[in-house]
């Protein structure tokens, strides 16, 4: 997702602003209020937001989903309320609802679903108002507690989040990641892991397609490390082919990635005279183009610009290892993080937001590696701390530019965690037993409109 | 004890009168003497045959020991050779620059690669787990294509040699620190052809 202002944050904060406390605002000169609703729209601030029991078979389930995406979300506060006492709340089939009690527990919007068949009946109320602000239909199509109607009821939650925030959640997406030489997806929410690939040849570092037709990703063949595309059928199946049909002997390809219109894809291959970056289209059987001069040194981790009219990569071409900027051809690079002489600090696996205003990447020091954020204009500032404990990698960016997925050993082995970079919140995805690296996150999957 | 000399008194005639008896067979033996002597060694041609046999035996042994022996110490300079070859060299951090200890060990490879043409090698790059994934692969990569590179500047032929990088992937041993960090900087090398019939070199 792009968004077109420079603050988002604002954006958000003024959204839940206009939608939670219309009312508040509206009587903001009443001179006792009985309830007051602790929202003061600092940064940071999340309004409450209680979710009400679900009928039907799997009314729980859907429950739980829901209060996870939008905790997981981290732009509301969802109330935890145990379903029987929340059972003497509220009468919903007839329509009563015990606002005052919900404004107590601190809930500024309360959303109430309803089971109708094969369709979830959506309402948001504002709580201050005791209105009803949103409401919608959503069709569930997918078998009841299937990876397909886990995504319609993630895709149900984005759209609440929309409602709320102003901003559509990232529930109903998914991450890659490499553990045991196989390539993995896992929902957001750390459900449903399934392997991708069978681990012969070992394969590591995929991508996302920005349309989730397909992933791309490296595998260590007999001769060396080769970029493969591969189909995203249901279930994780369908066809593989190597990127490029002729690939030098003992050559190293690797970390693919795509371009925003998924036309070209960039990898860095090594050969005995450096690593470069290259330029291939995705389908077609065309030549790869070398788009970066490294003159021998490094070149590695190319991540294009939303607009897909630049591109961010490391290299040591000047010393140390470094991030640079360059339009997307290769031409016109300029250090994003310069060089300095005596500077040990190593700079890589930079990852440009969707909403192009930050470029995170992992700095490393002396063995420490910790995930940052710079701006990549001109007025970039100094890089942004989020990390501090363990080691930290691989920063790849959810579609609100807001989460980061990145590895970390920080709980004893590498596993992917997700961090929140406006409030520092982290939580932990995989707990894979081969542990987990080298995440990437998908584009939104399923989306209500 | 008086057994025992009278025993070597008795032996003591014998010898002389088997002696003696060489000496003069006309000679009449001692009347007080009743030992008979023993018989007089003869070899006739099978043991003849049998002395020869057991000469040549001794001979083939010898000569068998001094083969076994030859062929241990070809063996051991194969083995040496091979271990040359196989010679493990270690890098600095960051870095895929040729070190003096690793200039070394390639200088010991050159001399066998030149002694036996059909030897091919592969050399695989590896990385410490520290910094990125991907740019330890091409860290890798660089490792390798230095090890090669040398050998090729020093007259190896470039088609006798393959390279892989491994990144961080196999690491030598364990651990995150400095110790285990040395250990898993390194390139390896794999004899990929001709490794059986390795001539060390003169």
Redesign the interface.
């Known amino acids: 997702m792009r968004l077109s202002v420079q603050r988002p944050g604002a954006l958000v904060l003024i959204a839940a602003l206009a939608f939670v406390l219309r009312g508040v605002v509206a009587h903001a000169q009443d001179p006792a209020p009985p309830v007051r609703i602790g929202l003061t729209y600092a940064p940071g601030t999340k309004p409450g937001v209680l979710v009400l029991p679900v009928n039907g078979d799997n009314g729980d389930s859907v429950r739980a989903i829901l209060q996870r995406d939008l905790d997981f979300g981290d732009r509301v506060n969802v109330i935890a309320t145990e379903s029987i006492a929340m059972d003497s709340m509220s009468d919903g089939s007839r329509g009563q609802f015990n606002y005052p009690l919900y404004s107590r527990l601190g809930a500024a919007a309360m959303v109430q679903v309803t089971a109708t068949g094969s369709a979830l009946h959506v309402a948001v109320h504002d709580v201050r108002t005791q209105k009803v602000e949103r409401v919608k239909d959503f069709s569930l199509a997918a078998a009841p507690l299937s990876p397909d109607w886990r995504q319609q009821v993630h895709a149900i939650s984005d759209a609440i989040e929309l409602w709320l925030s102003g901003v559509r959640g990232i529930a109903a997406t998914r991450i890659l990641y490499s553990s045991g030489g196989r390539v993995w997806q896992i929902d957001s929410d750390g459900a449903n892991a399934l392997p991708l690939t069978d681990g012969s040849p070992p394969a590591f570092y995929p991508a996302w397609h920005p349309k989730a037709t397909h992933v791309a990703y490296a595998a260590m063949t007999e001769d060396g490390m080769r970029v493969y595309v591969k189909e995203m059928g249901p279930s994780g199946g369908g066809a593989t082919r190597p990127l490029v049909a002729r690939v030098p002997a003992g050559s190293m390809n690797n970390s693919p990635t795509f371009s925003p219109d998924g036309e070209t894809i960039l990898y860095a291959h090594g050969q005995e005279n450096g690593t470069e970056i290259f330029a291939v289209p995705t389908f077609g059987n065309i030549a790869p183009r070398r788009i970066t001069v490294s003159r021998g040194f490094i070149s590695v981790s190319p991540s294009y610009s939303p607009d897909g009219r630049r591109i961010v990569y490391a290299s040591n071409k000047a010393g140390g290892l470094a991030l640079y900027v360059a339009d997307a051809d290769g031409t016109n690079a300029e250090a994003l993080t310069p060089f300095n002489y005596g500077d040990r600090t190593q700079r890589t696996d930079p990852s440009w937001s969707p909403d192009s205003r930050f470029i995170a990447f992992q700095a490393e020091m002396d063995g420490a590696t910790q995930i940052y954020t710079v701006r990549p204009g001109e007025n970039r500032g100094a890089p942004k701390q989020y990390t501090n404990q363990g080691r930290n990698e691989d920063p790849s960016w959810s579609p609100d530019s807001r989460h980061l997925v990145f590895t970390t050993n920080r709980s004893g082995s590498w596993q992917l965690w997700i961090l929140d970079i406006e409030s520092g919140r982290t939580r932990q995805l995989t707990r894979a037993a081969n542990g987990a690296r080298a995440g990437a996150w998908s584009p939104r999957l399923v989306s209500h409109q | 004890m008086n057994r025992i000399h009278r025993g070597m008194a008795l032996a003591l005639v014998a010898v002389v009168g088997v002696s003696a008896c060489r000496k003069s067979p006309e000679t009449v033996a001692t009347p007080t003497d009743t030992t008979p002597p023993p018989p007089a060694e003869t070899c006739d041609a099978a043991c003849r045959q049998r002395r020869a046999d057991s000469a040549a035996a001794a001979n083939a042994a010898r000569d068998r020991a001094a083969a076994d022996a030859a062929e241990r110490a070809r063996l051991a300079a194969i083995e040496s050779a091979r271990n040359t070859l196989q010679a493990t060299i270690y890098f600095d951090y960051?870095a895929a620059d040729i070190r003096g200890d690793a200039r070394s060990s390639l200088d010991a490879k050159l001399p066998i690669l030149r002694a036996n043409a059909g030897l091919q090698l592969r050399i695989s790059g590896h990385a410490d787990e520290?910094?990125?994934?991907?740019?330890n692969?091409?860290?890798?990569?660089?490792r390798a294509?230095a090890a090669?590179?040398y050998l090729t500047d020093n007259g190896v032929d470039a088609a006798r040699i393959?390279?892989?990088?491994?990144g961080e992937?196999r690491p030598a041993t364990s651990g995150?620190d400095e110790s285990a960090w040395s250990r898993n900087r390194r390139a390896e090398f794999e004899i990929t052809a001709g490794g059986t019939n390795i001539v060390p070199p003169q």
Do not use: E, H, P, W
């Open positions: 960051d520290r910094g990125s994934d991907q740019y692969d091409a860290l890798g990569q660089s294509a090669k590179r393959t390279i892989v990088s491994y992937q995150s």
